[in-house]
């Protein structure tokens, strides 16, 4: 019994170690390339009474530093109940390169961010797609840099996004997001099927098209990561770049109760995940009654084997989040465990509660 828990607990703590190695040795990144060519660009976003954050995206996608005639703005206002739609048109005004739609009521059962970027995805004319979502901002080098990433048979290319805040709980969503976004790093790297990331990608047209785009992802919840297995089906590869140049910013769930809504959502998507994704992410919360069992057997080697784990975890999410030129609070770092365990038993309840899923102001059974 407790050799058998010392092995799962090793397995637990080995993603840290490979993470590290990766980055370390086998980190894939992809340089922004100096060139007088600049191919037409799509920037597709949904928005849904989003009348306090979209401005702060509007104004960054003012300062992109890619040619403007070569960029198209398609906006689409997912029946909105606040200003949404008024600050989109005064956004527009003297814009040519602006194309502004409302969308009608998605069918029962029907993601209505899906439906909304399937029609301005049968709008847009270029020849990539760049998707996040309006409480974001996006760098000045935004295109260029996931650009660079489009290598071979490449049909996604993924950024990387920081979530902003200054609770305690915003800071902790903050490391969640360093962590997880880590382990999709090390994943696409190897060619492992792992997710879209909606508020920061790209898609080829060619790629959007051949996997049936939106529409095809449209009964999803985590469109996101329906898109990019319609993707791979159809036989494009995914990148990630990671890099200061990629950095979207978004804001963390003001709440607990919000925080878990968001988790209940993302849980439909985990449990279509491969098995192995599944395996991984059980060690990860198995490991919390593992080292407890450890701890009552050996005082003093748990308690090594709790604060190596620690140290490995500070150091795979402070190494990854360094190569966007971010540095991290060292103590939160080593206190992260007590948001994880907590948060991750929560959300599984919550996913198992008989309720409804609810999302942007809307109720999803």
């Given amino acids: 019994m407790i050799a058998l828990a010392w092995i799962l ?14 980055l370390k040795f086998h980190w894939k990144s992809f340089p922004i390339k100096v060139s007088d060519q600049f191919p037409k660009v799509s920037i ?3 928005a849904r009474n989003e009348e306090k954050d ?9 300062h992109l530093s890619y040619p403007v005639e070569k960029l198209e703005f398609l906006l689409a206002n997912d029946q909105s109940e606040d200003r949404t739609l008024e600050i989109l048109h005064q956004w527009a005004k003297g814009k040519e390169n602006v194309k502004i739609i409302s969308t009608a009521k998605p069918e029962q059962g029907s993601n209505g961010k899906a439906k909304a970027l399937a029609e301005l995805g049968r709008l847009c004319q270029g020849e990539f797609l760049f998707f996040t979502d309006a ?7 935004w295109i260029q840099s996931l ?18 805040g200054r609770s305690l709980l915003g800071r902790f969503q903050e490391l969640d997001w360093w962590m997880t976004l880590g382990f999709v790093k090390v994943a696409t790297d190897w060619g492992i099927p792992t997710t879209g990331l909606g508020n920061n990608m790209s898609i080829s047209r060619e790629a959007y098209l051949a996997s049936g785009g939106f529409e095809a992802a449209s009964k999803s919840l985590t469109e ?3 898109i990019s297995r319609k993707i791979r089906q159809a036989g494009f590869a995914i990148s990630h770049q990671v890099c200061d140049k990629s950095l979207a910013r978004t804001k963390a769930e003001v709440s607990l109760f919000q925080l878990l809504k968001q988790r209940k959502r993302w849980m439909s998507g985990v449990v279509t995940l491969p098995w192995y994704w599944q395996l991984a992410l059980g060690l990860q919360f198995a490991y919390f009654p593992l080292i407890f069992i450890l701890i009552l057997s050996n005082g003093l080697f748990g308690g090594l084997f709790l604060v190596l784990k620690a140290l490995l975890l500070a150091i795979f999410i402070q190494y990854f989040a360094s190569k966007t030129g971010q540095r991290l609070k060292i103590h939160l770092l080593f206190l992260f465990d007590f948001y994880f365990l907590p948060l991750t038993l929560l959300s599984i309840l919550y996913y198992f509660w008989p309720s409804s899923t609810e999302w942007k102001s809307r109720t999803y059974r």
């Fill in 224 to 226: 996101d990561l329906e």
């Fill in 9 to 22: 607990a090793f397995l637990s703590i080995s993603p840290f170690l490979i993470g590290l190695w990766h």
């Fill in 54 to 62: 979209l401005p702060r995206l509007l104004a960054s996608l003012d």
């Fill in 147 to 164: 650009l660079a990433a489009y290598t071979g048979k490449t049909g996604m290319v993924l950024g990387i996004t920081q979530v902003a």
């Fill in 44 to 46: 597709l976003v949904a």
């Fill in 135 to 141: 409480d974001c901002e996006v760098p000045r080098d």
